[in-house]
């Protein structure tokens, strides 16, 4: 089962950047579809950006021209810029394959996103 670490979370103030990274145990991480997930405060669990094994990019709306995901394949790892920070950024930002929230198992611990205004 694969097993996912993230980290780089912080405090930052509002148009603040960070940079999130996300390390994978498994062997064939490269044929995997990727994405980023937040959950903040009182909310579900929402998709931010994805990245497929063709490296084919989609974002949520609300994060277009401020987010940049990637993927390095030799490190099994996925990177998560994050620029012009806003306070509705705050959240738990997770690493998972790409899908539905509801069906992904194997959730890492998260790491905290906190903007301030």
């Known amino acids: 089962q694969v097993q996912f670490v993230e980290s780089g979370g912080g405090l930052v103030q509002a148009g603040g950047s960070l940079r999130l990274s996300c390390t994978a145990s498994t062997s064939i991480f490269s044929i995997l579809h990727m994405a980023w997930y937040r959950q903040a405060p009182g909310k579900q669990r929402e998709f931010v950006a994805g990245i497929t094994n063709r490296d084919s990019i989609t974002y949520t709306h609300s994060v277009k021209g401020r987010f940049t995901i990637s993927r390095d394949n030799a490190r099994n790892t996925v990177a998560l810029q994050m620029n012009s920070l806003e306070p509705e950024d705050t959240a738990v930002y997770y690493c998972?394959?790409?899908?539905?929230?509801?069906?992904?198992?194997?959730w890492g611990q998260g790491t905290q996103v906190i903007v301030s205004s």
């Open positions: 998972n394959r790409q899908g539905p929230v509801d069906m992904l198992a194997s």
